[in-house]
Protein backbone atom coordinates (compact mmCIF):
# COMPACT_ATOMS: atom_id res chain seq x y z
CA UNK A 1 0.00 0.00 0.00
CA UNK A 2 1.18 3.49 -1.49
CA UNK A 3 0.59 6.14 1.26
CA UNK A 4 0.64 9.62 -1.26
CA UNK A 5 1.46 12.59 1.08
CA UNK A 6 -0.48 15.93 0.09
CA UNK A 7 -0.76 18.46 3.20
CA UNK A 8 -2.86 21.03 3.51
CA UNK A 9 -0.76 24.12 3.77
CA UNK A 10 -0.03 24.50 7.32
CA UNK A 11 -1.66 28.46 7.03
CA UNK A 12 -4.36 27.54 6.06
CA UNK A 13 -7.84 27.42 8.75
CA UNK A 14 -8.54 23.56 8.17
CA UNK A 15 -4.93 22.52 9.50
CA UNK A 16 -4.71 24.34 13.25
CA UNK A 17 -1.45 22.37 14.04
CA UNK A 18 -2.77 21.77 17.34
CA UNK A 19 -0.38 18.59 18.89
CA UNK A 20 -3.02 15.46 19.60
CA UNK A 21 -1.77 11.81 20.74
CA UNK A 22 -4.43 9.77 19.06
CA UNK A 23 -6.14 7.00 20.73
CA UNK A 24 -8.52 5.70 18.06
CA UNK A 25 -9.37 5.72 14.60
CA UNK A 26 -12.61 6.89 13.19
CA UNK A 27 -13.97 5.40 9.73
CA UNK A 28 -16.38 7.68 7.70
CA UNK A 29 -17.71 7.60 4.30
CA UNK A 30 -17.45 10.66 2.00
CA UNK A 31 -21.57 10.85 1.24
CA UNK A 32 -20.11 12.33 -2.23
CA UNK A 33 -21.40 9.76 -4.33
CA UNK A 34 -20.69 12.43 -7.70
CA UNK A 35 -19.09 10.70 -11.10
CA UNK A 36 -15.23 11.89 -10.30
CA UNK A 37 -15.16 12.62 -6.10
CA UNK A 38 -12.28 10.11 -5.71
CA UNK A 39 -9.51 10.55 -3.57
CA UNK A 40 -7.75 12.83 -5.37
CA UNK A 41 -10.31 15.42 -5.63
CA UNK A 42 -11.20 15.12 -2.23
CA UNK A 43 -7.19 15.86 -1.82
CA UNK A 44 -7.85 19.38 -3.92
CA UNK A 45 -10.97 19.96 -2.02
CA UNK A 46 -9.37 20.06 1.40
CA UNK A 47 -6.63 22.08 0.28
CA UNK A 48 -8.61 24.95 -0.59
CA UNK A 49 -11.71 24.76 1.29
CA UNK A 50 -12.40 27.47 3.99
CA UNK A 51 -15.12 25.46 5.87
CA UNK A 52 -13.55 23.82 9.09
CA UNK A 53 -13.41 20.11 8.03
CA UNK A 54 -10.35 17.80 7.42
CA UNK A 55 -9.61 14.52 8.09
CA UNK A 56 -6.78 12.50 8.07
CA UNK A 57 -6.68 10.14 5.23
CA UNK A 58 -8.94 9.50 1.80
CA UNK A 59 -8.91 6.13 0.61
CA UNK A 60 -10.36 5.21 -2.65
CA UNK A 61 -10.00 2.05 -5.23
CA UNK A 62 -6.27 3.04 -6.32
CA UNK A 63 -5.34 5.57 -3.85
CA UNK A 64 -4.44 6.24 -0.13
CA UNK A 65 -4.47 9.86 0.40
CA UNK A 66 -2.95 11.89 3.29
CA UNK A 67 -3.87 15.16 4.11
CA UNK A 68 -2.65 16.06 7.70
CA UNK A 69 0.33 14.45 9.84
CA UNK A 70 -1.60 11.95 12.64
CA UNK A 71 -0.60 13.36 15.53
CA UNK A 72 -2.39 16.82 14.48
CA UNK A 73 -5.88 17.36 15.27
CA UNK A 74 -8.08 17.45 11.97
CA UNK A 75 -11.89 17.99 12.09
CA UNK A 76 -13.68 14.95 11.44
CA UNK A 77 -15.63 13.66 14.25
CA UNK A 78 -18.36 16.59 14.73
CA UNK A 79 -17.34 16.79 18.34
CA UNK A 80 -14.05 18.19 20.26
CA UNK A 81 -12.95 14.82 21.98
CA UNK A 82 -13.54 12.87 18.57
CA UNK A 83 -11.25 15.38 16.90
CA UNK A 84 -8.56 15.67 19.84
CA UNK A 85 -8.36 12.32 20.00
CA UNK A 86 -9.00 10.24 16.73
CA UNK A 87 -7.54 9.73 12.77
CA UNK A 88 -9.99 10.79 10.59
CA UNK A 89 -10.17 8.24 7.47
CA UNK A 90 -12.51 8.91 4.96
CA UNK A 91 -13.49 5.99 2.12
CA UNK A 92 -14.62 7.22 -0.78
CA UNK A 93 -18.16 6.51 -2.54
CA UNK A 94 -18.03 8.17 -6.06
CA UNK A 95 -19.72 6.91 -8.76
CA UNK A 96 -18.40 3.58 -10.45
CA UNK A 97 -15.61 3.31 -8.09
CA UNK A 98 -14.83 -0.34 -6.61
CA UNK A 99 -16.04 -0.55 -3.62
CA UNK A 100 -14.29 -3.80 -2.52
CA UNK A 101 -10.95 -2.40 -3.49
CA UNK A 102 -11.87 1.12 -1.28
CA UNK A 103 -12.53 -0.57 1.83
CA UNK A 104 -9.70 -3.42 1.49
CA UNK A 105 -7.46 -0.64 0.98
CA UNK A 106 -8.62 1.61 3.90
CA UNK A 107 -8.70 -2.06 5.96
CA UNK A 108 -4.78 -2.14 4.97
CA UNK A 109 -3.97 1.28 5.71
CA UNK A 110 -5.73 0.98 9.55
CA UNK A 111 -3.84 -2.17 10.28
CA UNK A 112 -0.86 -0.37 8.94
CA UNK A 113 -1.35 2.29 11.73
CA UNK A 114 -2.90 0.02 14.13
CA UNK A 115 0.80 -1.48 13.57
CA UNK A 116 2.40 1.96 13.55
CA UNK A 117 0.52 2.99 16.44
CA UNK A 118 -0.56 0.35 19.11
CA UNK A 119 -3.97 2.11 18.62
CA UNK A 120 -7.01 -0.55 18.36
CA UNK A 121 -9.55 0.98 18.99
CA UNK A 122 -11.69 1.92 15.43
CA UNK A 123 -14.79 3.67 15.95
CA UNK A 124 -17.57 4.85 13.31
CA UNK A 125 -18.17 8.41 12.96
CA UNK A 126 -21.58 7.42 14.28
CA UNK A 127 -19.72 6.47 17.83
CA UNK A 128 -18.95 10.05 18.07
CA UNK A 129 -22.07 11.78 17.33
CA UNK A 130 -24.61 9.29 16.55
CA UNK A 131 -24.36 10.39 12.46
CA UNK A 132 -25.28 8.02 10.07
CA UNK A 133 -21.86 7.35 9.10
CA UNK A 134 -19.85 5.21 7.62
CA UNK A 135 -23.64 5.29 5.15
CA UNK A 136 -22.11 2.32 2.95
CA UNK A 137 -20.96 -0.05 5.65
CA UNK A 138 -23.59 0.86 8.03
CA UNK A 139 -26.57 0.59 5.21
CA UNK A 140 -24.80 -2.96 4.25
CA UNK A 141 -24.44 -4.15 7.20
CA UNK A 142 -20.53 -4.68 7.02
CA UNK A 143 -18.91 -2.85 9.74
CA UNK A 144 -18.12 -5.62 11.80
CA UNK A 145 -17.02 -7.48 9.00
CA UNK A 146 -15.01 -4.33 8.15
CA UNK A 147 -13.65 -4.07 11.13
CA UNK A 148 -12.89 -7.80 12.03
CA UNK A 149 -10.54 -7.26 8.69
CA UNK A 150 -8.63 -4.76 10.12
CA UNK A 151 -7.95 -7.11 12.90
CA UNK A 152 -7.01 -9.68 10.65
CA UNK A 153 -4.58 -7.58 8.92
CA UNK A 154 -2.99 -6.12 12.04
CA UNK A 155 -2.32 -9.84 13.43
CA UNK A 156 -0.49 -10.58 10.00
CA UNK A 157 1.57 -7.14 10.25
CA UNK A 158 2.15 -8.27 13.33
CA UNK A 159 3.69 -11.79 12.74
CA UNK A 160 5.91 -10.45 10.11
CA UNK A 161 7.43 -8.09 12.37
CA UNK A 162 7.71 -10.91 15.34
CA UNK A 163 9.97 -13.03 13.39
CA UNK A 164 13.61 -13.22 14.66
CA UNK A 165 16.93 -11.94 13.18
CA UNK A 166 18.18 -14.99 13.52
CA UNK A 167 15.66 -17.39 11.95
CA UNK A 168 17.01 -17.20 9.09
CA UNK A 169 20.47 -18.62 10.05
CA UNK A 170 18.43 -21.24 11.93
CA UNK A 171 16.63 -22.22 8.96
CA UNK A 172 20.21 -22.47 6.83
CA UNK A 173 21.43 -24.86 9.23
CA UNK A 174 18.33 -26.85 9.23
CA UNK A 175 18.23 -26.79 5.61
CA UNK A 176 21.56 -28.36 5.82
CA UNK A 177 20.97 -31.25 8.17
CA UNK A 178 21.63 -30.01 11.17
CA UNK A 179 19.33 -31.19 14.12
CA UNK A 180 18.07 -28.38 16.59
CA UNK A 181 15.53 -29.06 18.70
CA UNK A 182 15.11 -25.60 20.44
CA UNK A 183 15.29 -22.14 19.04
CA UNK A 184 15.60 -20.20 21.75
CA UNK A 185 17.40 -17.44 19.91
CA UNK A 186 18.53 -15.11 22.73
CA UNK A 187 19.70 -17.68 25.15
CA UNK A 188 23.62 -17.17 25.79
CA UNK A 189 26.03 -19.52 24.90
CA UNK A 190 29.00 -20.65 26.88
CA UNK A 191 32.46 -21.24 26.39
CA UNK A 192 32.77 -24.76 27.02
CA UNK A 193 29.40 -25.03 24.57
CA UNK A 194 31.36 -22.65 22.46
CA UNK A 195 34.79 -25.02 22.52
CA UNK A 196 32.83 -27.71 21.62
CA UNK A 197 30.86 -25.83 18.59
CA UNK A 198 34.24 -25.08 17.14
CA UNK A 199 35.72 -28.50 17.16
CA UNK A 200 32.55 -29.62 15.21
CA UNK A 201 33.17 -27.08 13.03
CA UNK A 202 37.08 -28.40 12.46
CA UNK A 203 35.79 -31.74 12.42
CA UNK A 204 38.25 -32.45 15.58
ZN1 LIG B 1 -18.32 10.88 8.87
Known amino acids: MNIIEDFIPSNRPNRPGVTITPTSITV???GNTNKGADAAMHASYIKSTNDKVSWHYTVDDYNVIQHIPIDEMAWHAGCRKGN????????????????????ENAQQLI???MAK????????????TGKYCPAVLLKEGRWEQFVRGCFCLFEEKKNIKKEHWAKIYYQLLI?????????????????GELF?????????
Not at 84 to 103: H, K, L
Open 196 to 204: AILCRMLEL
Open 175 to 191: NRGMVIYEERFDDPITR
Open 111 to 113: AYL
Open 117 to 128: TSITDIKKHQDW
Open 28 to 30: HNT
Open 84 to 103: ETSIGIEICMNQGINMEMAE
